[in-house]
């Protein structure tokens, strides 16, 4: 952000220590945040685990990075074009989007949805929309244009991204115990993302028109073209995950990963490589290229090795629950989970040997990008053999400084209130069930509290479920989950993956001697289980953390 926008405004960055000052609180942030993660201290949200500390200090960099960002480009505020809309609009979105990371959770199963809008606006409002005005900005610069111009085309681009992306949070709630309104948004935004990807992807095919051959920089375009092509294949994946016939299959499988891996490896990471291409290589192709090459190329093989295995792995573990319930045989939880466990392995080892491939690649990154530049001479691009009219009738209408500061704050307010705040705000969801008052409560100083705490440290939500959905894939896990049953618990721990069985009910199905047991050697009576050993911890610790789990009935 503060390389490209100094370039269109046409002077320089303003507040360059300040910049300075928020890459060391990021710094600060990752590193000591991480650290405190790996040593317990994260607060068990589903990408939220920092310790407040390292939140605050993410808050502190996204608010001094969005002001420099601003007032650096303040003096062109009258000839914005489609790269700052993205690069201010996503700046300010990262700060909107922090000020809900340090909130104090929700409590109760509002605390869920408080996850799933930050979920969705991290991934949809900062990094997706800050790498489209990266694209912006390339595209070009690579083309050997001038910069890309707002047009109505671009216009919708932008706002419907921001709004689509943002409005489709619930859908990672489907089937869950919040309200059904809100879901039937959160599905209605997902079907709907497929209309701004078009949009962006055609916004850039049309201005490479003509263009392609001429341009002598083939790493940097690969790369942009193998995150607009991922970008293109994240609808289909989230619409998958969103439609209630689909999503009670592949909801808490690794389906899941393969949207995440797709959109953080694949759009993100993938513009971000061509970026830096183009910026250490002086705008000309690298020095080391064909290390570049095939960096790319390991690059694109282990993803795809990664997102193809983790979601046909929810396809079949996700059949493979519904497939037991319906011939009686519990395969979701029990002795029958590893059923489901020896149905995916063959996919999970593909899934690791993916990401060490992808990882092993960028070790050419270092190669390929960071070699002493040489000059390359190329010939003028040849222009487009005729122009492409996408405007909309009527004219274009600028996205001017106004609309651009209070429009994204007024969009970023608008989609919260209608899939965060109104539906946390239902009775339903503060009001406890018989099961939270009678067994699903944690008073402080209690060894029950202490066990839980215990929990959230180790991450157990990012493998294990605590929630019962009314779909066939959930028959005999016991009964189904009302928002209710978690209106004593903070945080929330409804899980990220079921890699492990469900423990909504665990403790009527084990008692503390079989739950010890397990914690301490998970495969001396389960060979399949993936849990690693909790030996290690202090019989202290285990009694606590078993005095929880068998709260959980």
Do not use: K
């Not at 910069?147 to 919708?156: A, D, E, G, H, V």
């Not at 059923?339 to 996919?347: D, N």
């Amino acid at each position: 952000i503060h390389h490209v926008l100094p370039r269109l405004a046409g002077g320089r960055l303003v507040g360059e220590r300040v910049a300075w000052v928020a890459l060391v609180a990021f710094t600060l942030a990752a590193a000591g945040g991480t650290i405190a993660v790996l040593l317990g201290g994260g607060e068990g949200r589903l990408l939220q685990e920092l310790p407040p500390w390292a939140d605050a200090l993410v808050l502190l960099g996204a608010v001094l990075t969005a002001g420099v960002a601003t007032v650096t480009v303040a003096p062109a505020r009258h000839r914005l074009g489609p790269t700052e809309w993205y690069l201010v609009g996503a700046s300010w979105w990262f700060v909107l989007v922090g000020v809900v990371g340090v909130l104090p959770d929700a409590g109760g199963y509002a605390g869920a949805i408080q996850a799933s809008f930050y979920r969705a606006g991290l991934f949809g409002l900062w990094l997706v929309a800050a790498g489209v005005g990266l694209v912006y900005f390339l595209v070009p610069r690579l083309a050997g244009a001038d910069p890309i111009q707002p047009s109505s085309i671009s216009i919708l681009g932008f706002w419907s991204l921001a709004f689509v992306w943002a409005a489709a949070a619930p859908a990672s709630l489907v089937y869950g115990a919040g309200p059904d309104w809100m879901e039937t948004i959160g599905i209605a935004a997902a079907i709907g993302l497929v209309v701004p990807v078009a949009v962006i992807v055609a916004d850039f095919v049309v201005e490479m028109r003509g263009r392609w051959e001429e341009i002598s920089d083939r790493v940097t375009l690969r790369f942009l073209a193998a995150g607009a092509v991922a970008l293109g294949i994240v609808p289909a994946l989230e619409l998958v995950a969103a439609l209630r016939t689909s999503a009670a299959v592949v909801r808490f499988t690794p389906w899941t990963l393969a949207v995440d891996l797709l959109v953080v490896l694949g759009v993100v990471a993938s513009w971000l490589f061509a970026f830096a291409y183009h910026v250490l290589g002086t705008g000309t192709a690298p020095a080391r290229a064909e290390a570049a090459r095939w960096h790319h190329r390991y690059s694109l093989l282990g993803l795809g090795l990664a997102v193809a295995a983790a979601s046909l792995a929810g396809i079949v573990l996700g059949f493979t629950w519904a497939a037991g319930a319906n011939s009686a045989t519990l395969t979701a939880a029990g002795e029958g989970f590893g059923t489901s466990v020896a149905g995916i392995g063959r996919y999970l080892v593909a899934l690791a040997v993916g990401l060490v491939v992808y990882a092993a690649a960028q070790g050419l990154f270092v190669v390929g990008a960071f070699s002493p530049v040489v000059r390359v001479a190329s010939e003028p691009p040849i222009e487009a053999t005729e122009p492409v009219d996408l405007e909309i009738e009527g004219g274009v209408r600028r996205v001017g400084w106004g609309s651009l500061r209070w429009g994204a704050t007024a969009l970023f307010v608008f989609v919260g209130l209608l899939v965060w705040i109104l539906p946390s705000l239902d009775p339903e969801l503060a009001e406890p069930s018989i099961l939270a008052d009678e067994v699903r409560t944690y008073p402080v100083g209690s060894l029950e509290a202490a066990g839980r705490a215990r929990y959230v440290a180790e991450g157990c939500q990012t493998c294990h479920t605590q929630e019962v959905r009314a779909v066939v894939a959930d028959v005999g896990l016991g009964p189904v989950s009302t928002a209710g049953d978690y209106a004593h618990e903070t945080p929330i721990q409804l899980g990220y993956l079921r890699l492990g069985p469900d423990l909504m009910h665990v403790g009527s199905r084990l008692d503390a001697e079989a739950l010890r047991a397990h914690l301490v050697d998970p495969r001396a009576e389960r060979p399949w289980s993936f849990m690693p050993s909790y030996s290690y911890l202090s019989d202290a610790d285990l009694d606590a953390l078993v005095a929880y789990l068998t709260t959980l009935r």
